[in-house]
Structure formats: C-alpha cells, structure tokens
C-alpha cells in the first residue's frame, strides 16, 4: 500500500492511499470541487501527462526544458504539455501538468494556446521550494 503526504495543521503526515481517497471522496470529488485535476503523487502526475501526450511524453518534441510539443497520437491534435515535476515560485504552483492545445488550427502556433487541463497533486498544489 502507498502513502500519500497530506498536510495537517501540526505538520506533515502520512495516510495510506486508499484510506485518504476514501475519506477525501475520491480523484473525481477533489476534481470537481478544485476545478483541476488532482492526482495522487508523482507517478499519477507522470500518467497524466503521459496521457495527455496520447502515449508517451517521448513522442513529443521537447522545444525547451519540461514542454513537449507534438500531434498526439490519440486524435491528431496539435498539443503542448507542461510537465513540471517542482513547481514554480513565481506562480505559486506546486507540482503540476499543464495541457494546451491550439486556439485556432489553422493559424498554427501563432494563434496562441487554450490550456483545457491542469493537474496538480493533492496537498502540493502551492510552491515549497
């Protein structure tokens, strides 16, 4: 069995996966009410992404450090994915995957993105350094 870090208000602890799901709601409660994807760890986090690439992140072309662009394999739409395994300071963003698909097909890359989903992991949405 996996445990998940959950903070408390004295400090950090550890429940086993299942148990903090069941007393959480489940992915799908903390998704609705959050308004973005909750996944629970890295390796959850790592699937989302790998998901939202239609496959494998290595499919993609990585055009600078942690984004990968490329048609994903899934439905042939142009995607961008933001894999961010640390979080940034300056937006005060924990652990997340963002995915952004084209605005507009056929001004390409130049019309700009649209993100149609983020995911965060669950206690880690804000920056720790």
């Excluded at 996966?17 to 489940?26: C, F, N, P, S, V």
């Excluded at 439905?75 to 994915?81: A, S």
């Excluded at 924990?94 to 605005?103: K, N, Y």
């Amino acid at each position: 069995m996996q445990a998940t870090q959950i903070g408390f208000n004295s400090g950090w602890g550890r429940l086993p996966e299942d148990l903090l799901r069941e007393l959480l709601g489940g992915r799908d409660d903390l998704s609705a009410r959050s308004g973005r994807t909750i996944v629970f760890g890295q390796d959850e986090l790592l699937d989302f992404a790998e998901r939202a690439a239609g496959g494998s992140l290595d499919d993609l072309d990585e055009s600078k450090p942690g984004f990968f662009i490329g048609r994903r394999s899934t439905d042939g739409k142009l995607v961008e994915v933001e894999w961010e395994p640390d979080g940034h300071a300056n937006t005060n963003e924990g652990p997340h995957v963002t995915v952004r698909e084209l605005r507009d097909e056929g001004l390409g890359v130049q019309g700009g993105w649209t993100v149609v989903d983020k995911a965060f992991i669950f206690g880690q949405e804000t920056y720790r350094g």
